[in-house]
């Protein structure tokens, strides 16, 4: 007979073992004698996780607490970095690889990017560096992939799109509530500004139970109970040529409402684990949707995020059927350095997810079998 560990030692196990928001790969030892608040050199960062730890010693509490934070005991902020762990990988061997950097191109919604992956919607980029959102938009059209600029963004929509390169394709976050007149005005700005979708966040209706935040100040940017149904995103789309594509999907059950009701793209998304804490990472509700409901990734494009720190966990991604998959807080610790800071962290993905794929015997981003990876979860892996 098969023993089972006791549940409530289990629980007591998992409560005991120390969360690492950045894992020990040396960084505090090598950095050890750099001057409190100086930046590292950004070529002697290695990795994502890199970029957060130097935005921490950096920034000012408040600043760095306002990408850092989650909800309320930010158990939901955890698990989104955690959970890529709990799956584990199954490399194949012996095929040909050498390709995989070949594939690394994607389309998203038909517009073309060099990799499968994008910059998420963050607001208040001026509190990681006085040009705001700029380097984020440059640093995009430099590595060429796609920048969802936030409507809360230090920069205001017009000023973000002076940055933009010649025929740069970025998609505009917005916030919407049943008022017309006010969408009117977004719509419109969005589309002058040469912005090529709307992407509605869903996923915050009401005001995020922030405990850190709260503590410095920096909460919720948008901290109102809104009205979010279907028959508002049917009327939506009636005010608009844009697509709108819905931000915030958790569960199977949605992202079929939204097959429904002809939504061109879906994202999943616990909105980085700021607005409820509980919340499943997006990994498992892509992993709930590939069972349950497969067909859904051809008949629609499916975005998620959450947590992602390395290349493999893009990998895990794209092998569930995820069409692209978004990175918040780590370009913003990222921007931190500026528009250098955001091409350097493109290029260590981009190389991250080639060598990870082929690390796993993966000779097609776009063709990646599911069963690399064993979707049984080993809670003693994470």
């Given at each position: 007979m098969r023993s089972v560990l006791p549940f409530y030692l289990l629980g007591g196990a998992l409560a005991a073992r120390p969360f690492l928001n950045e894992p020990d790969t040396g960084f505090d030892a090598v950095f050890a004698d750099l001057p409190a608040g100086e930046l590292p050199p950004l070529e002697k960062l290695v990795g994502l996780p890199d970029f957060d730890a130097a935005a921490r010693r950096h920034l000012p509490v408040m600043n760095y607490t306002y990408y850092r934070n989650g909800a309320a005991g930010e158990w939901s902020y955890r698990n989104n970095l955690e959970v890529y762990n709990r799956y584990a990988l199954r490399p194949r061997t012996m095929v040909d690889i050498t390709n995989i950097e070949s594939t690394l191109p994607t389309t998203i919604l038909g517009h073309n990017f060099s990799a499968p992956f994008f910059i998420s919607p963050c607001a208040r980029g001026e509190y990681g560096h006085i040009d705001g959102e700029k380097g984020l938009v440059e640093g995009a059209a430099a590595g060429d992939i796609l920048y969802?600029?936030?409507?809360?963004?230090?920069?205001?929509?017009?000023?973000?799109?002076?940055?933009?390169?010649?025929?740069?394709?970025?998609?505009?976050?917005?916030?919407?509530?049943?008022?017309?007149?006010?969408?009117?005005?977004?719509?419109?700005?969005?589309?002058?500004?040469?912005?090529?979708?709307?992407?509605?966040?869903?996923?915050s209706?009401?005001?995020?139970?922030?405990?850190?935040?709260?503590?410095?100040?920096?909460?919720?940017?948008?901290?109102?109970?809104?009205?979010?149904?279907?028959?508002?995103?049917?009327?939506?789309?009636?005010?608009?040529?844009?697509?709108?594509?819905?931000?915030?999907?958790?569960?199977?059950?949605?992202?079929?409402?939204?097959?429904?009701?002809?939504?061109?793209?879906?994202?999943?998304s616990?909105?980085?684990?700021?607005?409820?804490?509980?919340?499943?990472?997006?990994?498992?509700?892509?992993?709930?949707?590939?069972?349950?409901?497969?067909?859904?990734?051809?008949?629609?494009?499916?975005?998620?995020?959450?947590?992602?720190?390395?290349?493999?966990?893009?990998?895990?991604?794209?092998?569930?059927?995820?069409?692209a998959v978004g990175l918040g807080r780590p370009f913003m610790f990222a921007n931190v350095y500026g528009t250098e800071g955001v091409q350097r962290a493109i290029e260590m993905l981009k190389?991250?997810?080639?060598?990870?794929?082929?690390?796993?015997?993966?000779?097609?981003?776009?063709?990646?079998?599911?069963?690399?990876?064993?979707?049984?979860?080993?809670?003693?892996?994470?």
């Open positions: 969802m600029p936030s409507l809360l963004a230090s920069l205001s929509i017009e000023e973000i799109a002076t940055f933009k390169a010649e025929d740069q394709v970025t998609f505009q976050q917005v916030y919407l509530d049943s008022n017309d007149t006010s969408t009117q005005i977004i719509f419109d700005r969005a589309s002058k500004s040469g912005a090529k979708a709307l992407v509605f966040t869903i996923d209706a009401a005001d995020g139970n922030r405990h850190r935040a709260a503590r410095y100040g920096v909460g919720s940017a948008d901290s109102s109970y809104t009205l979010i149904t279907w028959d508002l995103y049917e009327h939506l789309t009636t005010m608009t040529d844009l697509p709108i594509i819905l931000k915030g999907i958790q569960t199977v059950e949605d992202a079929q409402k939204a097959v429904e009701h002809g939504v061109p793209a879906i994202y999943l616990n909105h980085g684990g700021r607005q409820i804490d509980g919340a499943r990472p997006p990994l498992e509700v892509a992993l709930e949707i590939h069972r349950q409901a497969p067909e859904i990734f051809s008949q629609i494009e499916v975005f998620a995020d959450g947590g992602v720190r390395y290349g493999a966990d893009v990998v895990k991604m794209l092998s569930l059927g995820v069409r190389h991250e997810i080639a060598i990870d794929a082929a690390n796993a015997g993966v000779t097609d981003l776009k063709n990646i079998d599911p069963k690399i990876v064993d979707w049984t979860p080993n809670w003693a892996l994470a």
